[in-house]
């Protein structure tokens, strides 16, 4: 992972979450579909630049994926970009493991 990516701990990026940022999960279809994180705005890692009108510049942004590699790729693409892009470490399976609001069964 690139170490110039900001990450937070789960229960840091819900704090953010709650404070206005927005949580972006880049997951595919499927993994979307079998479970995220409650709240969650979706677009797949490989929509993320056509769809960048989609996204808040007047926000942060903590972008989750299953694990937190890919999450990390695109935090880094978004903040080259010029987003306030953050990392959630350890993704979809930190986030449910924390206790953190979750809608379906698997991360």
Sequence with gaps: MNESVPEVEPSEGKRRVEAGAVLLDVRNPDEW?????????WIPMG????????????????V????????????????????????????SLAWRDAGLPFEGDVA
């Design 33 to 41: 579909e079998t479970g995220h994180a409650s709240d969650a705005t």
């Design 64 to 91: 989750i994926c299953r694990s937190g590699a890919r999450s990390a790729t695109v935090t880094d693409a978004l903040r080259r970009w010029g987003y306030d892009a953050t990392n959630l470490a350890g993704g």
């Design 47 to 62: 929509d993320i630049e056509a769809r960048l009108d989609e996204l808040p510049d007047d926000a942060e942004i903590v």
